[in-house]
């Protein structure tokens, strides 16, 4: 009993002098330097911004999304960025966004989806990720 009395006041005290909470500044400065693409995930606020969410429930989007994804994890040639792409589809159209380690894998990535989506219904808003 005295071993939680003692857990729960020390809890209290970071928690009330702050020591608990994460710093705002040293997020900023991770979203700046992480190697990935969290810092841009701003821009999926703005209005019109296609995100995941705008990912269709219709069995026809979501077999056409599984069938791409499984093809684009397949490929072995390609980086886990490439395999972690996002795949969103609405009414049989296909937008390939997230970052992707070069222009070849940003290529292949869209060529792979035009595959099975076909040409006309692929927009690729890949983007080669800076080092």
Do not use: C, F, Y
């Not at 429930?57 to 684009?72: F, G, H, S």
């Not at 390609?78 to 795949?87: M, P």
């Not at 070069?102 to 006309?120: F, H, L, M």
């Amino acid at each position: 009993m005295k071993t939680r009395i003692m857990a729960a006041g020390l809890a209290l005290a970071l928690v009330t002098t702050g020591a608990w909470a994460a710093d705002p500044t040293t997020n900023q400065e991770a979203a700046k330097s992480a190697p990935d693409n969290s810092g841009r995930n701003v821009r999926d606020r703005q209005d019109g911004a296609i995100t995941p969410m705008d990912q269709s429930n219709a069995p026809a989007d979501v077999e056409l999304t599984r069938k791409i994804r499984q093809a684009v994890v397949a490929d072995d040639g390609l980086s886990t960025n490439a395999h972690n792409v996002k795949i969103i589809v609405s009414d049989g159209m296909v937008v390939l966004r997230g970052p992707v380690n070069s222009p070849d894998e940003k290529a292949k990535v869209a060529a792979t989806a035009a595959k099975i989506a076909g040409d006309k219904n692929v927009r690729n808003d890949l983007e080669v990720a800076s080092k």
